[in-house]
Protein backbone atom coordinates (compact mmCIF):
# COMPACT_ATOMS: atom_id res chain seq x y z
CA UNK A 1 0.00 0.00 0.00
CA UNK A 2 1.08 3.63 -1.07
CA UNK A 3 2.14 5.76 2.46
CA UNK A 4 -0.57 8.13 2.25
CA UNK A 5 -3.31 5.64 1.63
CA UNK A 6 -2.18 3.59 4.86
CA UNK A 7 -1.91 6.60 7.25
CA UNK A 8 -5.44 7.87 6.48
CA UNK A 9 -6.47 4.38 6.79
CA UNK A 10 -4.83 4.27 10.15
CA UNK A 11 -6.20 7.72 11.43
CA UNK A 12 -9.87 7.36 9.83
CA UNK A 13 -9.48 4.09 12.47
CA UNK A 14 -8.37 5.99 15.69
CA UNK A 15 -11.24 8.79 14.48
CA UNK A 16 -13.83 5.71 14.41
CA UNK A 17 -12.41 4.60 18.07
CA UNK A 18 -12.53 7.87 19.44
CA UNK A 19 -16.12 8.45 18.55
CA UNK A 20 -17.21 5.30 19.66
CA UNK A 21 -15.32 5.93 22.80
CA UNK A 22 -17.38 8.81 22.88
CA UNK A 23 -20.82 7.16 22.59
CA UNK A 24 -19.93 4.64 24.61
CA UNK A 25 -18.55 6.54 27.94
CA UNK A 26 -22.18 9.37 27.03
CA UNK A 27 -24.12 6.01 27.17
CA UNK A 28 -22.27 4.28 30.35
CA UNK A 29 -23.01 8.06 32.21
CA UNK A 30 -26.78 7.56 31.27
CA UNK A 31 -27.35 3.86 32.82
CA UNK A 32 -25.67 4.69 35.61
CA UNK A 33 -27.73 8.46 36.10
CA UNK A 34 -30.91 5.99 35.46
CA UNK A 35 -29.40 3.57 37.78
CA UNK A 36 -28.61 6.01 40.45
CA UNK A 37 -32.02 7.86 40.10
CA UNK A 38 -34.37 4.26 40.27
CA UNK A 39 -32.37 3.21 43.71
CA UNK A 40 -30.23 0.07 41.72
CA UNK A 41 -26.92 1.12 42.82
CA UNK A 42 -28.15 0.98 46.79
CA UNK A 43 -26.91 -2.37 48.63
CA UNK A 44 -31.15 -3.10 49.88
CA UNK A 45 -31.73 -3.59 46.53
CA UNK A 46 -30.26 -7.65 46.36
CA UNK A 47 -32.09 -10.20 47.96
CA UNK A 48 -29.12 -11.78 50.16
CA UNK A 49 -29.49 -8.40 52.73
CA UNK A 50 -33.19 -9.74 53.84
CA UNK A 51 -31.38 -13.35 54.21
CA UNK A 52 -28.37 -11.63 56.22
CA UNK A 53 -30.50 -9.69 58.62
CA UNK A 54 -32.37 -13.03 59.94
CA UNK A 55 -29.45 -14.40 61.01
CA UNK A 56 -27.81 -13.74 64.57
CA UNK A 57 -25.62 -11.11 65.49
CA UNK A 58 -22.88 -13.83 65.98
CA UNK A 59 -22.76 -15.12 62.82
CA UNK A 60 -22.64 -12.17 61.39
CA UNK A 61 -19.34 -11.33 63.16
CA UNK A 62 -17.80 -14.31 62.49
CA UNK A 63 -18.51 -13.66 58.80
CA UNK A 64 -16.94 -10.63 58.19
CA UNK A 65 -14.02 -12.06 60.20
CA UNK A 66 -13.70 -14.75 57.92
CA UNK A 67 -13.95 -12.44 54.70
CA UNK A 68 -10.74 -10.03 55.90
CA UNK A 69 -8.75 -12.91 55.99
CA UNK A 70 -9.39 -13.71 52.64
CA UNK A 71 -8.69 -10.23 51.36
CA UNK A 72 -5.35 -10.38 52.34
CA UNK A 73 -2.61 -10.20 49.36
CA UNK A 74 -0.62 -13.68 47.86
CA UNK A 75 2.11 -14.36 49.87
CA UNK A 76 5.78 -13.79 47.92
CA UNK A 77 7.31 -16.38 46.05
CA UNK A 78 9.52 -18.89 48.17
CA UNK A 79 13.36 -18.03 48.43
CA UNK A 80 14.33 -21.20 46.73
CA UNK A 81 12.64 -20.67 43.83
CA UNK A 82 14.26 -16.98 43.68
CA UNK A 83 17.19 -18.73 43.78
CA UNK A 84 17.03 -20.57 41.20
CA UNK A 85 16.50 -17.80 38.61
CA UNK A 86 19.44 -15.93 40.11
CA UNK A 87 21.68 -18.90 39.70
CA UNK A 88 20.43 -18.83 36.22
CA UNK A 89 21.10 -15.40 35.73
CA UNK A 90 24.19 -15.44 37.15
CA UNK A 91 25.43 -18.58 34.73
CA UNK A 92 24.59 -16.64 31.72
CA UNK A 93 26.76 -13.89 33.03
CA UNK A 94 29.76 -15.42 33.63
CA UNK A 95 31.81 -15.29 30.36
CA UNK A 96 33.38 -19.18 29.45
Not at 52 to 77: F, G, I
Amino acid sequence: MQPIIRNTFIRLIAFVERVLRGLITALQKTFVFFSKLFGLSTPSYYFEDKAQEDEPAESATTSVASNAVNLRPNRRRSESEMDYFRNMARQIDKPN
